[in-house]
């Protein structure tokens, strides 16, 4: 049995898999089992920040894998709290609370988010608003959270609790704070998984200012848009705003599974023993591992990424069979005239891995992605949009 007929056998049927199995790689270079080389424009979506088998990450994890590689939360442990005290000086933050994905990160501040205002406005002060288009993860509470119909469908009913406002209509965000007793607004800075879709600055002002009027927690979700994807180190520093709560994950381990909340002045002491908790949360191979990636995007990697970003978008612009480019930083989607499920798969022939987002294409490479590679992936997405 081959392992795709393998596959298909006994793993469960979630993924629409692209027909390609990936044994190896290097850096933002990916290699499958008949030995072909591939241009790695995702990144594992957005989580090898510093490419494949990166060896200073590689070091920090197997250093730690080879003293402890687990230890529970009954006991104290380094990497975990030199990993929360990084990301709070970073930020500002003044807490960290570590889990094992995007969507336990986001459950995480809505627990906070419901305590802290159940405690200080009353306990009928719980609803979320969240955003159309939006995605916040699997779980449950995530799928409710999470601004698509066509997702909820299958699951209902759906969790209570929250509330969708239009970025495209900034009334509808007034509109639910009216109607609903708010405990937060959750946001994503570019909506990744909605289309590549990035808030104007005004509405995230806007959010900021109702927030801030209505005593009312903003939680922005930097699951994709965080750890320097954007050209910041979180993505809500290109807009000069404070969230109460940053949520993080997929970039933050550099492929180990991590989920962070971060908690700020307000809510630094919402959680207490007992009212929350992970087995695998803090978990030290991961978090050396995201140590080493925290500790290296630097003003210097930023900038770089700003540049790639630029390029990726001059590129594009104006060629032949592009209608769209839109994101932010290394985040970027691209809409094309052809199917874009046609130029990925010319794509992946040519050995470019780049991925989707609702219609568009999706690119999230790597944050050190060698510019000739970016530019031979871009030159070959171009030729494979204009044919
Ligand atoms: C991927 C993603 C999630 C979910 O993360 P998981 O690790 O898959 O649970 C949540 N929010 C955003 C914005 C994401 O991109």
Not at 41 to 70: C, M, P, R, Y
Not at 261 to 283: A, C, I, Q, R, Y
Request: hydrophobic share 40%.
């Amino acid at each position: 049995m081959g392992i795709k007929e393998k596959d298909f056998e006994y793993v469960a049927n979630t993924y629409a898999r692209f027909p390609v199995e990936l044994v190896r790689g290097s850096g933002s270079l990916v290699y499958d089992v008949n030995g072909k080389e591939y241009i790695d424009l995702n990144s594992g979506i957005a989580v090898n920040s510093f490419g494949i088998a990166d060896k200073e990450w590689q070091a920090a994890v197997t250093d730690q894998l080879g003293k402890l590689q687990h230890t529970s939360n009954l006991y104290f442990s380094d990497p975990c709290a030199t990993l929360a005290q990084m990301l709070c000086k970073r930020t500002g933050m003044k807490k960290v609370f570590f889990s094992n994905s995007g969507a336990e990160a986001n459950e995480t501040a809505v627990k906070v988010a419901r305590k802290y205002a159940a405690e200080k406005k009353g306990a009928e002060y719980f609803t979320v608003i969240t955003m159309k288009n939006s995605f916040h993860g699997r779980t449950m509470a995530m799928l409710a959270a999470t601004g698509q119909d066509a997702m909820h469908k299958d699951f209902l009913p759906l969790m209570p609790g929250f509330a969708y406002a239009d970025p495209d209509d900034p009334s509808t965000l007034e509109k639910c704070v009216k109607e609903n007793k708010v405990a937060a607004i959750m946001f994503e800075i570019v909506r990744g998984e909605g289309g590549v879709l990035p808030l104007d600055k005004s509405f995230i002002e806007l959010i900021d200012r109702i927030a801030k009027e209505n005593d009312i927690l903003t939680i922005c979700d930097e699951v994709q848009t965080g750890n320097g994807r954007t050209g910041e180190l979180y993505a809500y520093m290109n807009y000069g705003i404070t969230p109460d709560i940053v949520t993080t994950a997929k970039g933050l381990g550099g492929g180990l599974p991590i989920g962070a909340t971060l908690l700020g002045e307000k809510v630094k002491d919402t959680l207490t023993p007992g009212s929350h908790g992970s087995t695998f949360g803090g978990n030290p191979v991961c978090c050396a591992g995201a140590c080493s990636i925290i500790s290296r995007i630097d003003e210097k990697l930023l900038d770089e990424v700003k540049q790639k970003s630029k390029y990726v978008f001059d590129a594009f612009e104006g060629a032949k069979g592009i209608k769209s480019v839109t994101g932010l930083g290394l985040m970027i989607g691209v809409e094309t005239e052809k199917p874009v499920a046609d130029v990925i798969s010319a794509c992946i022939e040519k050995g470019v891995l780049p991925i989707k987002a609702k219609e568009k294409l999706r690119l999230l490479p790597a944050l050190n992605i060698p510019f000739e590679l970016l530019k031979k992936g871009i030159e070959v997405i171009k030729e494979a949009a204009a044919k």
